[in-house]
Nanobody
Framework: QVQLVESGGGLVQTGGSLRLSCAAS????????MGWFRQAPVMARDVVAS???????????DSVKGRITISRDNDKNTENTEYLQMNTLKPDDTAVYYC??????????????????WGQGTQVTVSS
C-alpha cells in the first residue's frame, strides 16, 4: 500500500501563490508517473497537471497553463516528493487538490482512472 501525503494548501488572495507538496512512501517512486487533480464542490475530479516518471514529459490543463508548474524530486537520498507551484491564483482555482501515483502507464497520464493511489487532499481557497 502506497501512502501519499499532501501539504501546502491554504487561503490566499487572488494573484497570490502556493506550493503544494506530495510525499510518497514508495521505494520505486522514480518508476511511476505522478499527477495533481482538483475537485470543487459538486464538480468532477479533473486533472491539473501530470508528470512522467523521469520528469521529461508533463501535461497541463488549459486552464492552468502558464501559471502552474509540476515537478518531482527523484533523489533517493531525500523524501520522494512531487510539487505543484501555483502562481497568479484565481478564485476558480479554489478546490481540494489531490496528488496521485500511476503504476504501469508511461508518459504523463491525464485521467483519474489511470492512477492507482491517492492522497487525502489539501484545500486551496483563493479569495477575490
Amino acid at each position: 500500500q502506497v501512502q501519499l501525503v499532501e501539504s501546502g494548501g491554504g487561503l490566499v488572495q487572488t494573484g497570490g501563490s502556493l506550493r503544494l507538496s506530495c510525499a510518497a512512501s514508495t521505494r520505486t517512486f522514480s518508476a511511476h508517473a505522478m499527477g495533481w487533480f482538483r475537485q470543487a464542490p459538486v464538480m468532477a475530479r479533473d486533472v491539473v497537471a501530470s508528470i512522467s516518471c523521469t520528469g521529461s514529459n508533463t501535461y497541463y490543463a488549459d486552464s492552468v497553463k502558464g501559471r502552474i508548474t509540476i515537478s518531482r524530486d527523484n533523489d533517493k537520498n531525500t523524501e520522494n516528493t512531487e510539487y505543484l507551484q501555483m502562481n497568479t491564483l484565481k478564485p476558480d482555482d479554489t478546490a481540494v487538490y489531490y496528488c496521485a501515483i500511476s503504476y504501469g502507464i508511461t508518459g504523463a497520464p491525464q485521467t483519474p482512472g489511470e492512477y492507482h493511489y491517492w492522497g487525502q487532499g489539501t484545500q486551496v481557497t483563493v479569495s477575490s
